[in-house]
């Protein structure tokens, strides 16, 4: 198995090699939520780079729960002006002929206390992380449930009619879904609480109706936690029989990730309390790739193709995981906001992507040698996240990435530019 090799998914789609640019949020809508000239510069950029396959940062269903200022985002109704950007942003995102899918996302209890200070969630449960960044959450209604799978629908039908090639539904990374999913986050007692078969009902009632919607042939994805990593949370089991049950319900992806805020995984970072073992190979917090081990369990089992993102970055490693059946594609995400040509390069026999993160200087020298506490290190995963946002700031605004900006500078740079963004979005609502 190559990395330049095709892979015809169970619609019918075809990627055009095993690569993909996975999901990393940009922060470059407009205060009304729609795609700008940047994303079209950035994703044309990424395009160019040779990845078969790039899926959008969150899309999100709801302007009252953003997973960060500067998200793109639907109302009740895209006018023209929506659909147009809409239009062109895919156009230059799919100009060399690969796949863009769109990450349709709710941030449900992980919307900043500055966007919603009481988000809806499935459950009154606040997040366990100090600071005060997010509020006590309220718990949905029933009615409110089946709105929100509605809408989530009808913004893969509208990506769909905006040019995208396919959508990836997030249920991921302690966002809405995945709260759902995780009996610490939803403590429901009615049919979606509980039981697996109910906290997976929200997940698979909205794979039923997006299906619906956008019909056989386009391509559907999930992002899937393979675990929480927190006691009591959505364990590897669970995931599991989740990813058999999307697999019977004509899913065409899976991605493996895994984490959330308060364990933040998804960041190579370890979050406020240890986690629980895991029914897998221990050299999976160890590996160049952090994901693989959960994915080739399920492989095992499972035939649905497999995405696996978070780590990567010797062309060896990418290509072992496709020969041994851990996964169908490889997603890189950070490599790509300094070297966006990296698909190309790697396609073209590279053997092993910069990194990055190791040429940062994150933290002065004093608080460097605290790292042993969990919480600096917390801190200095969310503190690097804030460089990555700057060098896509920087390919958007510039076509150029910004490799000797500070970390510091980066963090002062993305707090101003999310004040003013909050600040226009509040005048445009009025």
């Known amino acids: 198995m190559r990395l330049n090799s095709t892979l015809k998914l169970p619609c019918g789609a075809v990627l055009n090699n095993r690569i993909a640019k996975a999901a990393m949020t940009e922060g470059l809508a407009d205060p009304q939520g729609r795609p700008t000239a940047e994303l079209q510069r950035l994703y044309g950029i990424w395009s160019d780079g040779g990845a078969g396959l790039h899926i959008s940062g969150n899309i999100q269903i709801d302007a009252g729960h953003l997973e960060r200022p500067g998200n793109v985002f639907f109302g009740d109704q895209p006018d023209s002006e929506m659909m147009d950007a809409l ?21 449900g209890r992980q919307t900043m206390r500055a966007v919603n200070p009481h988000p809806k969630a499935p459950s009154a449960v606040k997040l366990g992380l100090p600071g005060g960044q997010f509020g006590t959450p309220v718990a949905l209604t029933e009615d409110e449930i089946l709105n929100l799978i509605s809408r989530f629908g009808q913004a893969s039908l509208h990506c769909k009619n905006g040019g995208f090639t396919g959508v990836q539904i997030h249920a991921a990374h302690g966002y809405l879904i995945s709260q759902f999913l995780s009996p610490r986050s939803n ?45 009591g949370g959505f364990a590897f089991e669970d995931s599991l029989q989740v990813a058999r049950w999307l697999q019977d319900a004509g899913v065409d992806l899976i991605e493996i990730s895994g984490g959330t805020y308060e364990q933040p995984k998804l960041l190579g970072i370890e979050g406020m309390e240890a986690e629980d073992a895991q029914n897998v190979a221990a050299t999976t917090l160890a590996r160049e790739a952090y994901f693989v081990d959960f994915a080739q369990a399920m492989k095992s089992e499972l035939k649905i193709p497999m ?77 690097t996240q804030y460089w990555f946002y700057s060098q896509i700031y920087a390919l958007g605004r510039t076509g150029r990435a910004q490799p000797n900006m500070t970390v510091f500078a980066a963090l002062r740079e993305v707090e101003s530019y999310q004040k003013g963004w909050l600040k226009a979005h509040r005048a445009a609502k009025g």
């Open 187 to 231: 403590e429901r007692t009615d049919r979606w609480g509980g039981s697996l078969v109910n906290r997976a009902r929200f997940l698979m009632f909205t794979i039923n109706t997006v299906r619906t919607l956008v019909g056989p042939h386009f391509p559907i994805s999930v992002k899937l936690n393979s675990a929480d990593f927190q006691r």
């Open 307 to 383: 995405m696996v993102t978070g780590g990567f970055r010797t062309a060896s490693a990418m290509e072992q995981a496709l020969r041994n059946g851990a996964a169908d594609v490889i997603g890189l995400a950070r490599p790509l906001c300094v070297m966006p040509e990296a698909p190309k390069r790697l396609l073209g026999g590279m053997a092993m992507l910069p990194r990055t993160e190791n040429q940062l200087k994150l933290l002065p020298e004093w608080l460097s040698g605290l790292r042993k506490i969990k919480t600096v290190r917390g801190i200095e995963g969310f503190a």
């Open 87 to 107: 239009l062109a942003w895919t156009k230059a995102a799919t100009r060399h002929g690969n796949h863009f899918w769109a990450q349709i996302s709710h941030a």
